[in-house]
């Protein structure tokens, strides 16, 4: 049985004594994620996400989903953004990624995930590619 069967799918924050949504047992995590140690291409696009500058849409950073942290989510339109780096290559990574990216839209999230390299190359086109999805 996985995580997904466990946990259903439909639950908003706490809803019958399960909370999915910013757990306590991961406020310290979140919170380093937050502090300042986040990589450069995450402050590159939190730069342009934050203080409702896309759309007037509110981002959060490091927002927890379940056991996961998502890099950059809507609470609004159930919207999460990813920035991949290096560490995201391997095959074992690619799988946990992907089980991942389930768990978290079987909450009824919606998932964009971009490379550190598109960020880099084309930060543009990513930042439109967002926008296309906010309506």
Not at 34 to 44: D, F, I, K, Q, T
Not at 59 to 72: C, L, P, S, T
Not at 78 to 83: F, G, N, R, S, T
Request: glycine content about 8%.
């Amino acid at each position: 049985m996985t995580l997904i069967e466990i946990v259903p799918p439909l639950f908003e924050g706490r809803t019958g004594g399960v909370k999915i949504f910013n757990r306590k047992e991961g406020k310290r995590i979140r919170q380093k994620l937050r502090s300042g140690n986040y990589v450069p291409v995450e402050a590159l696009v939190w730069s342009i996400m934050k203080k409702k500058q896309l759309k007037g849409y509110k981002f959060r950073r490091q927002y927890g989903a379940g056991k996961y942290v998502i890099d950059f989510y809507c609470p609004k339109l159930k919207l999460a953004v990813e920035i991949d780096g290096q560490t995201h290559s391997d095959q074992m990574a690619r799988i946990y990624d992907c089980e991942r990216q389930k768990y978290i839209e079987s909450l009824g999230i919606k998932f964009l995930r971009f490379s550190n390299y598109e960020v880099y190359e084309n930060l543009d086109a990513v930042i439109e590619k967002i926008k296309a999805v906010l309506p």
